[in-house]
């Protein structure tokens, strides 16, 4: 069943308009990386509206490379100026700058970029691997499973919420919210229209997403003080030598990408958590004269190797549970439902070419990374130089230029503008941004295959106990909510305990 997937998918991969528009998408995806504040979310946000007006595996290879060079992009800042150009990068900054502060500044963006590479390769034979295995598990799946695994995407993604768990529940709520402005699908009533024409068809996906992310991106970053400044980091040139430095640490490149691959399958742990994990797991594992934190070489093969690894993870439920891994693969699903193809079993048994051809894309997105990386750093070191000032409306015009184009309509401007406001306000309040979007995606799902699973049952909510796979989703999906109720009862006591006086030294409290 692979082979014939991959068969069938190099037919579409190897066509002029794929093969360039990956290749640009990974120098797109190194740069907006590169760039401190934006990363490998806001390019695909942002090229979104590109993609839907190319074959569908030419705008779906633009988005993925995009999602693999941005996951790499952000170590060049955070190498050269110790400011990391993207979350999952951050990890990065314990032996990157060190090591480029010890004028090795070209092996460090060199191992950093083959590391990246390598763990996403890692992370792409892992897909090919285990998404159609997942995948054809998951033909047995009927609408009460569909129902419980939609459920348990939403609870997932809530739960691992850095910010707060209730608020992750909270913003994943408001997402199926808006899904539910527009058409009914399956009695055609219309919902929370207030009798306007315009929202017949609800909010488009992509104008919430740009509106969310990137507008609302653009506010916080126009407020901070450096708007008009401009960084002045050493141009670093690297070669392919770096590839040889990168496999002298086999091990620590295998167990991280492992991990790496292992947290992206994980909805909502992202590249950050594998990142750091893998960064410790190495650390704890090294030699003292290695000296991790001190410009280790091991610790850029770590961090980078786990944080690509991600994407390949990441994809994996996307693809064959419809399940996003994180944000980006949120987006990632919302394109590929935009594009007609609808992530799950039914997309491996009915467009099996479309699949083949993402895996192949990944792959050579991957060694496209490697190849452009190790050459092309001089120039996403000049872009460093830019200011905010002159990136912030460059991007303000792309956003609205993308989000005018998709239907052409003044009323999708409108609505990513108040989803930009929406956006601050829900920052402002620490509420995360990602659950919103997977609960406008999952939400739909849910509601349709709930209310099947209703219509199918002669015994109401029974029919999700009575079946043995969906009993099993059911208290997997229980297990997710009582793990947010610990989380959040343990961060309530470590809040109580650090605003307590005695806690922190001070006086006793008097006794009653």
Known sequence: MISEMLVAGSALLATPQVLGLTVLGVILGLLIGALPGLGPLMGVVLLLPVALYVEPLAGLGLLISVFVGGSCGGAIAAILLRIPGTPIAAATLFDGYPLAQKGRASDALGIAVSASALGGLFGGLLLILFAPLLAAFATRFSPPELTLLGVMGLLSIAVVSKEDTLKGLLAGALGMLIATIGTDQLSTGYRFTFDSYLMLNGFHIVAIVVGLFA??????????????????????????????????????????????????????????????????????????????????????????????ATCGGALIPTLSLGIPGDATTAVLMGALLILGFFPGPALFENQPEIVGGIFLVYIFANIVLLVAGLLLVPLFVHLLRLQKSVLIPTILVLCAVGTFALQSSIFDLWVMFGFGILGVFLRTASYPLAPVVIGTILGPIVENNLRRSLLISRDGLWIFVERPIAATLLVICLGLCIAGVVQWALKARREKAASDPAAKGGEPRPLP
């Open 215 to 308: 507008v609302s991106e653009m506010v916080f970053q126009v407020v901070q003080p450096n708007l008009t400044a401009a960084a002045r980091p050493e141009i670093a040139r690297t070669g392919f030598g770096a590839l040889l430095l990168t496999l002298r640490h086999r091990f620590n490149l295998l167990r991280s990408s492992l991990i790496g691959t292992f947290f992206g399958a994980l909805p909502g742990a992202g590249g950050d958590v594998s990142a750091f994990t893998s960064y410790a797991i190495a650390k704890a594992a090294a030699r003292p004269e290695e000296g991790y934190g001190e410009g280790a070489e091991g610790g850029i093969v770590a961090t980078e190797a786990a944080n690509n």
